[in-house]
């Protein structure tokens, strides 16, 4: 069964949060250490302040409920999605996923102008914002690929391509391995392939690709604090993020930058709050990272946009882990987000990979 769904969050939690954000205690620093140690108490304050006195949590559900969502329950879990179907018949239906901490609002501004040419399936994964949290374990992304498979043929979708960014570009290329058969094509933002240890793999490796490899090993040593907490142990983060909005602000905002707008970093945060799903999508890591690992490579064509401010893939590495790489482009522009920071350049990049598989 498939149910209609609109965002209507009771006026007594929009009260509560406002309450909470108030009452903030807000942590010490050392003077002068900028963001040294992790997000500065001045940046959680600034986001404290926005959702407390800019923030309409009202229009953001107006902007959202204009577009057709619903509910379904598959594989024991509630499932949300937005659907919007193009004007044109023949449109390609595409799945697209978003990562974490992100929700559906990863690609709402590009509902415009990829529905001219796709019908448009916009799920929350499983244990994020609207999806709600997950009810058992092993909701890795093997699990969400399969569960995106069934959607997709429950909603008459006999072939379909799949777009990720982040977490979404692991489900995604995954979503190609259990549906072979009905999905056309994936199209990605990042490639994540790391080097085997093979010293051979290193040979010859261009001066750009060097870079790339040296940006990718800062940031794990720098930036990948909440990857490492995420996977090992999820649930002992999460009484403290379940409790304080201010905390959730914090440890979401570390890979949410203020240059994404205040307004659309907070809209993803309270949307995890509101639904309860700061644990749950932590756990998404704890799984991903006991998932099966696969042996052989995926198969079914696959195109990068690789933007700017964003992790670096590495095309030599992608090739051991993708047969079929049929696109692969660098943009100077944009980074993480780029379906929200660059619309219009992301929707074109997209369209070219799909219309090229025709």
């Known amino acids: 069964m498939i149910h209609p769904f609109r965002i209507e969050v009771p006026q007594a939690e929009l009260d509560e ?4 954000l108030a009452a903030t205690r807000f942590t010490d620093e050392l003077p002068e250490s900028g963001e040294d140690y992790g997000v500065s108490v001045g940046r959680v304050q600034r986001m404290v302040e926005h959702w407390r006195t800019e923030f309409d949590w009202r229009a953001l559900e107006a902007r959202l409920n204009a577009h057709p969502q619903f509910t379904t329950e598959i594989d024991g879990q509630n499932i949300h999605f937005i659907h919007v179907r ?3 018949p023949e449109a390609l239906p595409l799945i697209l996923t978003h990562g974490w901490p992100g929700t559906v609002m990863e690609y709402v501004d590009v509902i415009e102008p990829l529905s ?18 997950t009810r058992d374990k092993g909701w890795n992304h093997i699990r969400v690929a399969r569960a995106w498979a069934e959607l997709m043929s429950r909603l008459g979708y006999e072939r379909y391509g799949a777009v990720g960014n982040d977490g979404g570009s692991i489900v995604s290329p995954t979503v190609g391995r ?25 040979e010859g490796l261009s001066e750009e690709d060097q870079t790339r490899l040296q940006f990718l090993q800062w940031f794990w040593e720098n930036m990948g604090a909440y990857d490492k907490m995420q996977s090992q142990a999820p649930q002992t983060l999460a009484h403290a993020l379940a409790d304080s909005p201010a905390g959730l602000l914090g440890w979401m905002g570390q890979l949410l930058g203020e240059e994404l707008g205040l307004d659309w970093v907070v809209s993803n945060i309270a949307i995890h709050w509101f639904f309860r799903t700061a644990a749950s999508s932590a756990r998404f890591y704890y799984e991903n990272t006991r998932a099966e690992p696969f042996t052989e ?11 700017a401010n964003d992790f670096q893939s590495i095309r030599r590495f992608a090739e051991r882990d993708h047969k079929a790489i049929a696109q692969w482009n660098f943009y100077d522009v944009g980074g993480h987000y780029a379906a929200h920071e660059v619309p219009e350049i992301f929707a074109q990049d997209v369209k070219t ?5 025709k």
């Open 17 to 20: 949060v406002q309450a909470r």
């Open 86 to 88: 193009s004007a044109n």
């Open 116 to 133: 001219q040419d796709f019908h448009l399936v916009i799920p929350s994964v499983p244990g994020f914002g609207f999806s709600g949290p």
């Open 178 to 202: 259990v549906d072979p058969e009905h999905v056309v094509g994936v199209h990605v933002t990042q490639v994540f392939s790391f080097p085997s240890g093979d010293p051979a793999e290193f």
């Open 297 to 307: 490579p995926t198969t079914v064509p696959i195109g990068l946009a690789n933007f």
């Open 353 to 357: 990979f799909f219309a090229g598989l």
